[in-house]
Structure formats: structure tokens, C-alpha cells
């Protein structure tokens, strides 16, 4: 199998490698951020206020479903690194035969529950009668082509499960940017209505999954399928299905904690959702960065598990601890100087309630963008060592730990619970997670089962 030292993750500097690697995945998901933001914009312009009130009423239900497909195919992700750093080019083809096989039937599934389902979510959330027709219409468009999102992601996944990780990124401006064009095109001339804003999102992902695929078989010889590799699947499957859904119930089950959240600061009055709700768009700085790095962890520690080099990952994690951690550093700075600048971004003249409740979300949050950062690699790294079971533990930890600060320390300490949730969230996690990493490392060196 021809393949570039480049893309090889096993070889090299650990420190610059992940460095090299995880540049596109970052500049992809700041661009992502820009472009969304941008989005709601041209919704707003083009339709009026109650068009972008229905689509930002459908935006946590939209996410949680994304948020399940990104972590569903970044586990076959995570698979297929393992086979590519053994060098089991059999064992590649297999994982991308049975990436492909079970992300047509997920597709099946899960549009089928969506398109069922979108209705009565709908009404159990309270959208009012005014824009509910136009929730709807936004919502089972973007939910009927999940199929579109499924295949952008696992082409995306297994591209930078290889070592590649600039490709993505290309397809990701143009889908970006052709998104754009389409929202333009489908609002204004063509006068579709929200519909057409899901459309173009819908559109805009399928052709860049598509076009990736064509670069990617052009890259990698691996990819050229035969009907060989569709055999006796179900041993890859199952492994597959092991890694894929705690990922994917991981990264969606934060925005059930994320609803309790929110509904306490709904009952806070008009000034603390708009305060809440700009300090929380600029956390998504945060987070997109943290998450990048993940993606960039995971394929490293994938490569390496495979190819049985312990020392190697000890200090790929070593060196994306202290990658993110100065990123973490500069963010929360960053966030804590210019918190009232950051307001005015989203509101106009917002009042000093406002910015006191910005200001309560942001100082209590950013000071343990660290912790995020600790949280983020260990969990990566234990997932890519074939660990599910204890990232799913912390996961269920952030959880009740989230919902628990909100809705039990909120009637004494009202708001300021909904500003230390996270945090305690995120220590609680730690707590488990890096003891459990060591533990695995010293059974890496030991020729033990690691798995926990």
C-alpha cells in the first residue's frame, strides 16, 4: 500500500506531528463556527425575525442528532487508525467496508426515527403556533437528509484515520462557502423560505463528502473496495458498533445537560438569556478547539495502539496536553479581557444586567478551560485505546453532575449554578479518567489486556 510519510503518525516528532496534523482540524471547525454564525445571519436578513427564531428553535435537537453522527463515525475512525498503525492493510479494508455497510443502515434508522419523530418533538418543546409550520419545515429537511451528514463524516473520519487531515479542511471551506451561496440563492431569488436554508445545508454536505471521496480514492489505494473485503463482517462490526455509539451517545448527551441549563436561566427572565446566550456563543470558541484536538489525539493514538508503541503515545499526550493547555491559556485570557466587547458582538446596547450576566457565565467558566483540556485528551486517548467503558462513566458523570449543580444548587445559589455546572462537571470526569489512563499505560508496558 502506497501511502506518504506525511500521513504516517507513527514516525517523526510526536510535538510536531500532532501539531501538523491538528492546524487543518482547528482552522476547519473556527471556519465551521464563522460560516454558522453567518448563516443565521442571512436567515435573519433575508426572512425576518420569526423565521430565525424557527430555526434557532430546532438548533438543540439539529445539534444533538450532529453531534451523535460526528461521534458515531469518529469511532470507526478510530478502528480503522488502529488497523492503518499496524500496517493490516486487510484489516483497513475490512474497517472501511464495514464503516460503509453500517453507516447505510444508521442512515436507514435514523432518518426513519427523525422524520417520525420531528412532530411530536416539536410540540413536547413548546414552539409557539406562530413559527411552528416553519420549525417544522426547517427541521424535517435537515433531519430527512441526515444520510447527506452520515456520509460527509465518516468520509471525513477515514480520511484523517489515514494520516489526512488537510482534505477535510478543503471540503469543509467549500462546503462552507457553497452553503453560503445556496442560502442566498434559495432565500432571495427563489424565495424558498427556511425550507431552502436546509436544503442548502443538505446539498452543500453531500457534495463535499462526495468530493472527498473522489480525493481520497485517488489517495489512498485502500480505498478501492473489492467484494472480498464485504466478508465476514461481523466480527469488525461489532467492534465498530463498540467504539461508535459510546462516542456518539457521549458527544450527544452533553445537550441534555445543556437543556437543563438552559431551562434555568429561562426562568430567569429576558436578561439573563440574552446574557447567557453571548457568553455562551463565545465559549463555543472553546470548545471547537478542544474538540479539534480530539480529533487530532484520536487518530494519533489509534495509529499508535495499533502499531504497539506505548512510549509513543505517553508523549503525543504529553505534547497535546501542552498544545491545548497554551490554547486553553490564550482562550481564557482572551475571553475574560474582552468579555464586554464579546456581548456587544451579538446585542445591541445591552444593558448593564446583561453584561452582569455574561460576565457570571464567562468568569466562572473559562478560568478551568484547563480542565476541558485535561478532560478532553485523556478521555480521547482511552477511547483510542479500545476503552469504552470508562469515557462512557465520565460521560454519565458530566451528566449528573451538570444536572444535579443546576437543578439542585439553583434554588440557593440561582444563577451562579448554571456558571460552575460545567466546571464541576468537567472535574468530576477528570477524576476518573486520568487514573484510569495511567493505569492502562503502566498495563501497556506489561504485555497486560488494557482494556478496563
Not at 11 to 39: E, R
Request: glycine content about 8%; some cysteine; charged content about 10%.
Amino acid at each position: 500500500m502506497e501511502k506518504s510519510r506525511e500521513m504516517d503518525l507513527t514516525q517523526g516528532s510526536p510535538f510536531w506531528s500532532l501539531l501538523k496534523f491538528s492546524i487543518p482540524v482547528i482552522l476547519g471547525n473556527l471556519f465551521q463556527l464563522f460560516y454558522t454564525l453567518a448563516d443565521s445571519v442571512i436567515v435573519g436578513k433575508a426572512l425576518g425575525t420569526e423565521a430565525l427564531a424557527a430555526v434557532g428553535s430546532t438548533s438543540i435537537i439539529i445539534y444533538f442528532v450532529f453531534c451523535f453522527i460526528n461521534g458515531f463515525t469518529g469511532g470507526f475512525g478510530i478502528c480503522l487508525g488502529q488497523r492503518c498503525g499496524a500496517k493490516d492493510e486487510t484489516g483497513m479494508r475490512k474497517s472501511i467496508a464495514v464503516s460503509t455497510v453500517l453507516s447505510v443502515g444508521f442512515t436507514i434508522v435514523l432518518t426513519l426515527l427523525c422524520c417520525i419523530l420531528s412532530k411530536p418533538v416539536l410540540r413536547w418543546m413548546q414552539i409557539p403556533e406562530g413559527i411552528f409550520s416553519q420549525a417544522y419545515a426547517y427541521m424535517i429537511v435537515v433531519l430527512a437528509g441526515t444520510g447527506a451528514t452520515i456520509f460527509y463524516n465518516m468520509i471525513s473520519n477515514i480520511l484523517r484515520a489515514l494520516g489526512d487531515s488537510k482534505t477535510p479542511l478543503y471540503f469543509l471551506i467549500f462546503s462552507s462557502l457553497l452553503n453560503t451561496f445556496l442560502d442566498v440563492l434559495f432565500l432571495v431569488p427563489l424565495r424558498m423560505g427556511v425550507a431552502g436554508a436546509a436544503w442548502a445545508t443538505i446539498l452543500s454536505q453531500f457534495l463535499s463528502g462526495l468530493l472527498s471521496l473522489l480525493a481520497g480514492w485517488k489517495a489512498f489505494p485502500v480505498l478501492h473496495l473489492r467484494r472480498d473485503d464485504f466478508r465476514d463482517l461481523k466480527d469488525a462490526a461489532v467492534m465498530h458498533l463498540k467504539t461508535g455509539f459510546p462516542m456518539g451517545f457521549q458527544m450527544s448527551v452533553m445537550c441534555i445537560g445543556q437543556l437543563a441549563m438552559q431551562a434555568v436561566v429561562n426562568s430567569l427572565g429576558t436578561a439573563a438569556v440574552a446574557g447567557y446566550t453571548a457568553a455562551t456563543k463565545a465559549d463555543q470558541l472553546a470548545v471547537l478547539v478542544n474538540n479539534a484536538m480530539m480529533t487530532s489525539i484520536s487518530n494519533y493514538v489509534a495509529q499508535n495502539f495499533g502499531a504497539g508503541k506505548k512510549e509513543r503515545i505517553q508523549a503525543g499526550v504529553r505534547a497535546c496536553l501542552i498544545q491545548l493547555e497554551l490554547m486553553n491559556l490564550v482562550m481564557c485570557v482572551g475571553m475574560l479581557l474582552l468579555r464586554h466587547p464579546i456581548v456587544r458582538m451579538f446585542l445591541t446596547d445591552p444593558s448593564s444586567e446583561i453584561y452582569r450576566y455574561a460576565d457570571g457565565y464567562l468568569m466562572g467558566v473559562a478560568p478551568f478551560y484547563f480542565v476541558l483540556g485535561l478532560l478532553a485528551v485523556y478521555r480521547t486517548a482511552i477511547q483510542s485505546m479500545q476503552n469504552g467503558k470508562a469515557p462512557f462513566a465520565a460521560c454519565m458523570i458530566e451528566l449528573v453532575m451538570r444536572i444535579a449543580a443546576t437543578a439542585g444548587l439553583s434554588a440557593f445559589i440561582g444563577y451562579t449554578a448554571v456558571c460552575i455546572a460545567s466546571p464541576l462537571a468537567w472535574i468530576g470526569a477528570c477524576t476518573l479518567l486520568i487514573p484510569v489512563y495511567y493505569h492502562m499505560m503502566h498495563s501497556f508496558c506489561m504485555n497486560e489486556n488494557i482494556v478496563v
